[in-house]
């Protein structure tokens, strides 16, 4: 004959650490789906902007011309991944004659830096981690031997 015990009795449990188990599991799950979204539209976004401020900058008829097309061209694409314009910063560089960046046949490259901000953290949080990833892109194009000038 056995001894009913309300304390030793295992009927009914299951159910409570399944719905435990489950939600210990599952939140650090979708807190890496998140990052990695997070990540993913953040490289998408840099590669992008690099991409196609390279290629508007080597069809601009002046080099002031060329450095508002480029900046606005970061922006779009920036924009399109919900990322904010100034959480980048783009540097261009000239190859073989940095003083003429458009030149006939001269090489334009453009390097965008974004920071992309780890999601649901607050940015008041003040800890020695980094709560935010830098990611870097370039991009090369030439500038057409019809096209530019010289």
Do not use: I, K
Not at 25 to 45: I, K
Request: net charge negative.
């Amino acid at each position: 004959m056995r001894r009913w015990s309300r304390w030793t009795d295992d009927r009914g449990s299951a159910a409570l650490e399944f719905v435990t188990t489950g939600v210990l599991l599952l939140v650090p799950l979708v807190y890496l789906v998140l990052t990695m979204a997070s990540l993913q539209a953040g490289a998408f976004a840099a590669e992008g902007a690099a991409r196609q401020a390279a290629r508007v900058f080597v069809q601009a008829d002046s080099l002031d011309e060329a450095e508002a097309a480029a900046e606005r061209a970061v922006a779009f694409a920036l924009a399109d991944f919900g990322l904010p314009a100034n959480a980048a910063s783009v540097e261009v560089s000239c190859h073989p004659e940095p003083g003429d960046c458009l030149s006939r046949r001269s090489f334009v490259t453009v390097s965008v830096r974004v920071s992309v901000a780890l999601p649901l953290t607050p940015p008041a949080l003040t800890v020695d981690a980094p709560l935010s990833v830098a990611l870097d892109r370039s991009a090369t194009q030439q500038v057409s031997r019809f096209w530019g000038t010289g």
